[in-house]
């Protein structure tokens, strides 16, 4: 089997916010301001992703990792950039394939940033090459127009083949509720710029608005008949999503609450990836765990 749960990985969970907008920007606080805010919610890293403006990476020595970032976006479509060195020149802004070229070039990790907000087709976005990821939740998105979702993007483009990993991030400019809304759990050896960007790089996180998801892994009695089972904080329902109608959902019984739940894993389902909501409606996900890798000989 060619996949590992980031849950049997050593190291340690690192919480961060991936998008984030200040000053440099359209975002109303200081770049300094924002960050003493993650710091204060206990988070353990962040990235300033403002656009077409290239944030370095690097550790404030109070216990905070940045990652370097920018936004890059153009016409219908924002890239969420990470890891990068320099910022791309703004005459590719038109063309996304060329900028995510340009960013891969460099070593960078390049998501697609809220989906349903900008409207782009799921179509296009599979068409595009070297993506990492796509953004599953934008809490910005979700609070100022109830698009933050990403969820059908995401599995249409993995049912077209492509590997991509999911975000949650909250983007905030800080002008309404949304800061803090969505983020992500790394598992990394030690929380280093290079150690978190190779995490992500990896998949070896899950995204959340709220759970927490405690296990991810694969048993089963038999070795041809494996099972995904997943283990998470007390939620109101947990579905596995595949590529078509090959999935499950688990729901708590009125006023109960469900904590664990299995799938049993099949070729055809392609790809499967867990979401758990709790009764508030917010999620958590994890990244998926394609078939190709569980079934690889
Ligand atoms: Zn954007
Ligand atoms: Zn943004």
Redesign the pocket.
Known sequence: MNWQSPFSLPGHWYKGNL???TTQ??GRRSPEEALAWYREQGYDFCAL???WVLTPGGSDGAGLVSLAAA?L?GDGY?L?TLGLSEIPSRRLEHEPQAVIDAVKAQGGLAYI??PYWTGRPSSEIAALRGLDGIEVY?S?CEVSKGTGHGRVHWDDCLSAGLRLTGLA?D?T?WGLEEAGGGWVMVRAPEPTEAALLAALAAGHFYASAGPAILDLRIGGAEADAPVLEVVCSPCAEILFYTCGPRGRRVAAEPGASVCRASLPLQREQVFVRVECRDAQGRCAWTNPVYLQDVFAC
Do not use: P, Y
């Open positions: 998008h984030t907008h920007s359209d992703s403002d656009h936004e976006n924002h969420l940033a809220h934008n910005v991030v983007d400019h």
